[in-house]
């Protein structure tokens, strides 16, 4: 069984800055795909960014390429997403995914959440104006 926790969601201005964790348990992190998705009110679930524990580049939606930055920290068996320039439209449950299922070419993690199996339970992110 893969086990996620989610961490480091709260409220902030817009502009502002938050870094999101998710530990996972250890023997999930070996060759998995491990990624951050939202789900604002009335949306479907929207994938952000992912990242292949085994390296590789990571993948980002178009919405947050050059605010948000997905990393590993393989010592601690956790992945971050340090989303800054934050804007109201990030406003959004989100939620830490792990997968050990398929990959693009060079090791790309899909950003659909179809792709993901396991979940965490969320962590809450509101961005005022």
């Known amino acids: 069984q893969v086990h996620l926790v989610e961490s480091g969601g709260g409220s902030v201005q817009a502009g502002g800055s938050l870094r999101l964790s998710c530990a996972a348990s250890?023997?999930?992190?070996?060759?998995?795909?491990l990624g951050w998705f939202r789900q604002a009110p009335g949306n479907g679930r929207e994938g952000v960014a992912t990242?292949?524990?085994?390296?590789?580049?990571?993948t980002y939606a178009d919405s947050v390429k050059g605010r948000f930055t997905i990393s590993q920290d393989n010592a601690n068996n956790t992945v971050y997403l340090q989303m800054n320039s934050l804007e109201p439209e990030d406003t959004a449950v989100y939620y830490c995914a792990a997968d050990p299922g398929r990959r693009g070419k060079n090791n790309i993690c899909y950003l659909s959440f179809l792709e993901y199996n396991y979940w965490g339970q969320g962590t809450q992110v509101t961005v005022s104006s």
């Open positions: 990242i292949y524990t085994g390296g590789g580049s990571p």
């Open positions: 250890s023997y999930t992190w070996s060759n998995f795909c």
